[in-house]
């Protein structure tokens, strides 16, 4: 997808028949919030629920009652997620 960056690139969405300081306003306003409407659609799209930290360990027994159960690795996660809105229009 392009990606818009100039006022000329929006004005041609706009049309010839507006005045042109309605047109250079319009490409202002648009170019100046272009960044956070693309993050907000980003945001509030539907999607699995995103990863936003993870934190993990290796725990090993040193000792134990059986000889089976020592030296036996366990692997703790703790993955953290940010779930995505269930309303329209709430951002998380």
């Known amino acids: ?19 042109k300081r ?8 648009v170019l100046k919030l272009l960044p956070v409407w693309r993050k907000a659609s980003v945001d509030t799209r539907v999607a ?15 000792s134990a ?9 366990t692997l703790l996660v703790d993955m953290k997620v940010r779930d995505q809105p269930t309303k329209v229009g709430v951002m998380p």
Do not use: Q, Y
């Open 48 to 62: 699995m629920p995103r990863l936003v930290d993870v934190d993990w360990r290796v725990d090993v027994k040193t």
């Open 1 to 19: 997808s392009a990606s818009i960056t100039e006022e000329a690139e929006v004005a041609a969405f706009l049309g010839n028949d507006l005045d």
């Open 22 to 29: 309605l047109v250079k306003l319009i490409c202002s306003v």
């Open 65 to 73: 009652e059986a000889l089976t159960r020592m030296s036996v690795p």
